[in-house]
């Protein structure tokens, strides 16, 4: 069963950082291109960021530009996110998911949605 696991939310002041973790289990994420999502209090899920499987990084959200980046490592099977200089408008729920085989959609490829993580940025 092809699942993702986000991990690494937490609470954090304004101007703080925290990564990410998005672990596979029961495929390789090797030839995927996976994206990171998130879902604020009383919006519409929002992509964030893509990465294709060659590595190729899409950015959906301009508030993230200069701040967020997204990387993979295959030998861990993990996509990671790494949010720095955090602001209040942040604070969401944060997901990941498949968005494509190799080149990244926009969507998720399965409409497959994990629990997420928690990120909030208050002081």
């Known amino acids: 069963q092809l699942q993702l696991v986000e991990s690494g939310g937490g609470l954090v002041q304004p101007g703080g950082s925290l990564r990410l973790s998005c672990a596979a289990s029961g495929f390789t994420l090797d030839y995927y291109a996976i994206g990171w999502f998130r879902q604020a209090p009383g919006k519409e899920r929002e992509g964030v960021l893509c990465?294709?499987?060659?590595?190729?990084?899409?950015n959906y959200a301009d508030s993230v530009k200069g701040r967020f980046t997204i990387s993979r490592d295959n030998a861990k099977n993990t996509v990671y996110l790494q949010m720095n200089s955090l602001k209040p408008e942040d604070t969401a729920v944060y997901y990941c998911t498949v968005e494509g085989q190799i080149y990244c959609s926009g969507f998720s490829m399965y409409d497959s949605w994990g629990q997420g993580t928690q990120v909030t940025v208050s002081s």
């Open positions: 990465i294709s499987s060659s590595g190729s990084i899409t």
